[in-house]
């Protein structure tokens, strides 16, 4: 199931994050001071983090959601949010 307002966000927010990159790149390859490159690096961690929030978030609000009302699906559900979770504490 996959809300296409919820995926069309996301993919904004990709190209976004593929623009800092590519900034990031140019920024790299003009020499620029290494403080200024590592602002922009920090910048580009908060945007992915952002995302991985967002991701979560449309996650928890589809998937979840439905996992938690059908039996079967509850256990999956637990599973992949334990596993979540683990992925964010590393």
């Given amino acids: 199931?996959?809300?296409q307002k919820l995926k069309?966000?996301?993919l904004h927010r990709i190209k976004i994050i593929r623009g800092q990159l590519d900034g990031l790149?140019?920024?790299?390859?003009?020499e620029i001071y290494c403080p200024t490159l590592l602002e922009q690096s920090r910048?580009?961690?908060r945007?992915?983090?952002?995302?991985?929030?967002?991701?979560?978030?449309?996650?928890l609000r589809t998937h979840v959601?439905?996992?938690m009302q059908?039996?079967?699906d509850y256990e999956k559900a637990i599973k992949e949010l334990i596993a979540i979770y683990t992925l964010s504490n590393k």
């Fill in 47 to 59: 945007s992915l983090k952002s995302l991985d929030t967002f991701l979560l978030e449309n996650h």
């Fill in 43 to 45: 910048s580009i961690e």
């Fill in 8 to 10: 069309k966000r996301a």
């Fill in 1 to 3: 199931m996959v809300d």
């Fill in 70 to 72: 059908h039996k079967g």
């Fill in 25 to 30: 790149l140019n920024a790299i390859e003009r």
């Fill in 65 to 67: 959601k439905s996992q």
